[in-house]
T-cell receptor, first 113, second 113 residues
Framework: GNSVTQMEGPVTLSEEAFLTINCTYT??????LFWYVQYPGEGLQLLLKATKADDKGSNKGFEATYRKETTSFHLEKGSVQVSDSAVYFC????????????FGAGTRLAVHP | EAEVAQSPRYKITEKSQAVAFWCDPI?????LYWYRQILGQGPELLVQFQDESVVDDSQLPKDRFSAERLKGVDSTLKIQPAELGDSAMYLC???????????FGSGTRLTVV
């Protein structure tokens, strides 16, 4: 079936460090891919998305590239801030019909000053 | 900026009691979703509405959970009777159609004691 696998957390970094959170997916077909962020006690917010292979989504200094050949959508940021501390979820969704978002388990990021 | 409204934010209930959550999606969003997020896991879809019709409730425990969206606008999710394993964050989301990005509410955190 369709699924998303994320690297386990927590990921602990110092401020201004480089961030990578790995995400791979299993899917029959070509889904759209998403990264959502969840701050403590809050719902999920869309961070970025890509709808087809080789697309790069970017927002707030984060970016991720849709790699069909490796079925991956890794999240990166060049210089993290304390305010980036949150849980990050990778997700996929097929277009057409009543298709749902399928989420990974989430990766907690903690950034220290 | 338009938001998905959920209430209550927090709910503590005793095992075997009934509990209900309310969601008001963004105006004009025909598709509404209820997700359950168990601590440390990614959200999982419980039920999806298109207008007032249920289009996916395959993961809804129908012996105790029910959901309605009578006029195709706001929605109520009910659990009766609540069990200890129902403790989780219940997230509502909406989208303009059955594709594209979701907007999530802040969620209702349920604790069953």
């Amino acid at each position: 079936g369709n699924s998303v696998t994320q690297m386990e957390g927590p990921v602990t970094l110092s401020e201004e460090a480089f961030l990578t959170i790995n995400c791979t997916y299993t899917a029959t077909g070509y889904p759209s891919l998403f990264w959502y962020v969840q701050y403590p006690g809050e719902g999920l917010q869309l961070l970025l998305k890509a709808t087809k292979a080789d697309d790069k989504g970017s927002n707030k200094g984060f970016e991720a590239t849709y790699r069909k050949e490796t079925t991956s959508f890794h999240l990166e940021k060049g210089s993290v801030q304390v305010s980036d501390s949150a849980v990050y979820f990778c997700a996929l969704r097929f277009s057409g019909g009543y298709n749902k978002l399928i989420f990974g388990a989430g990766t907690r990021l903690a950034v220290h000053p | 900026e338009a938001e998905v409204a959920q209430s209550p934010r927090y709910k503590i209930t005793e095992k075997s009691q009934a509990v209900a959550f309310w969601c008001d999606p963004i105006s004009g969003h025909a598709t509404l979703y209820w997700y359950r997020q168990i601590l440390g896991q990614g959200p999982e879809l419980l039920v999806q509405f298109q207008d007032e019709s249920v289009v996916d409730d395959s993961q809804l425990p129908k012996d105790r959970f029910s959901a309605e969206r009578l006029k195709g606008v706001d929605s109520t999710l009910k659990i009766q009777p609540a069990e200890l394993g129902d403790s989780a964050m219940y997230l509502c989301a909406s989208s303009f159609r059955d594709r594209g990005s979701y907007t999530f509410g802040s969620g209702t955190r349920l604790t069953v004691v």
